[in-house]
T-cell receptor, first 113, second 113 residues
Framework: DAGVTQSPTHLIKTRGQQVTLRCSPKSGHDTVSWYQQALGQGPQFIFQYYEEEERQRGNFPDRFSGHQFPNYSSELNVNALLLGDSALYLC????????????FGPGTRLLVL | AQSVTQPDIHITVSEGASLELRCNYSYGATPYLFWYVQSPGQGLQLLLKYFSGDTLVQGIKGFEAEFKRSQSSFNLRKPSVHWSDAAEYFCAVVPFRGQNFVFGPGTRLSVLP
């Protein structure tokens, strides 16, 4: 049973560029959440997708957007990258609207130069 | 303000010694409570969770945690630490059903041989 997978594992971009990160949820899960973890900090909630719609959103600007596909996989897009967007981006999956327990992927480390 | 605090940024213990990591939250109702562990460069692994019932919960890798409503705490314990336990530990809270995770800042655990 595959867990949550994310791609790519590492990414280097320059300021102003755009980036797309991908996530495949754990088998049987239908809800995907995205988190940003800056160095030395706890993860911060970006948004959550359920039934292909953004259901909740944290305190992140509109430069951060996402999508969920019919197979429940998800993408996180960040436009107009800033140096401060450098972080580990974590995807977590869960089942159903209750989603009390989330299972995390290994993350994508993004470096913005 | 509603938050999750982990008072200890860094803890060092000797292998075989006991461990207690502290977590406090400031939410009115009893939230769902979690502990996750993160090894360097990795995603988060769920150690244990508390939703209701017995206030002492058992997790993986020999960890346990105790929920104390009067103290708004959910401290993580292990009777005998192994060198492989060295990692970052995050306490997380779901304020109420349907909300997303709020993570504490983390406690880094070092283990001396």
């Amino acid at each position: 049973d595959a867990g949550v997978t994310q791609s790519p594992t590492h990414l280097i971009k320059t300021r102003g560029q755009q980036v797309t990160l991908r996530c495949s949820p754990k088998s049987g899960h239908d809800t995907v959440s995205w988190y940003q973890q800056a160095l030395g900090q706890g993860p911060q909630f970006i948004f959550q997708y359920y039934e292909e719609e953004e259901r909740q959103r944290g305190n992140f600007p509109d430069r951060f957007s996402g999508h969920q596909f019919p197979n429940y996989s998800s993408e996180l897009n960040v436009n107009a990258l800033l140096l401060g967007d450098s972080a580990l981006y974590l995807c977590a999956s869960s089942y159903g609207e209750g989603q009390e327990t989330q299972y995390f992927g290994p993350g994508t480390r993004l470096l913005v130069l | 303000a509603q938050s999750v605090t982990q008072p200890d940024i860094h803890i060092t213990v000797s292998e075989g010694a006991s461990l207690e990591l502290r977590c406090n939250y400031s939410y009115g109702a009893t939230p769902y409570l979690f502990w996750y562990v993160q090894s360097p460069g990795q995603g988060l692994q769920l150690l244990l969770k508390y939703f209701s019932g017995d206030t002492l919960v058992q997790g993986i890798k020999g960890f346990e945690a105790e929920f104390k409503r009067s103290q708004s705490s959910f401290n993580l314990r292990k009777p005998s630490v192994h060198w492989s336990d060295a990692a970052e530990y995050f306490c997380a809270v779901v304020p109420f059903r349907g909300q997303n995770f709020v993570f504490g800042p983390g406690t880094r655990l070092s283990v001396l041989p």
